[in-house]
Each structure stands twice: as structure tokens, then as C-alpha cells.
């Protein structure tokens, strides 16, 4: 798995553009303390998860 693009670590939610295997995925790395909860979208063609991935950071989607 490699992670091709990510927000500021620097705030609480972070959100990584991950490929595996010919696939993408969006993560979400929220962080409150000491607590970490980390959830992933479905696996998409490569070209789905970059439109997510820029419609995420246009604020578009959450």
C-alpha cells in the first residue's frame, strides 16, 4: 500500500490518497488524545479515488 498525498498532520482528521493493487482508497486518521480511530473508503478504480480525493479538498464531500 502506498500513500500518495495527505493533509496537514498538524490537525486532528487526517486524510491520506492510498493505492494497493491497482486501486485507491481515501483514509481518515481522526485523532482525539490519546484515542486514534482510523477508517478507509472502499477500493475504487485508480481515476474515482483522485476525483474524491480533489473533491475532498475542494470541500465538496467530507
Partial sequence: MRVREWTCE???IVYELCFSGGVGFLRRTKRRGEHTAV???D???T????????ALLAGRVR
Avoid at 481515476?47 to 480533489?54: F, G, I, K, N, Q
Fill in 10 to 12: 498538524c490537525k486532528s
Fill in 39 to 41: 477508517t478507509e473508503t
Fill in 43 to 45: 477500493r475504487w478504480q
Fill in 47 to 54: 481515476s474515482r479515488a483522485r476525483a474524491v480525493w480533489t
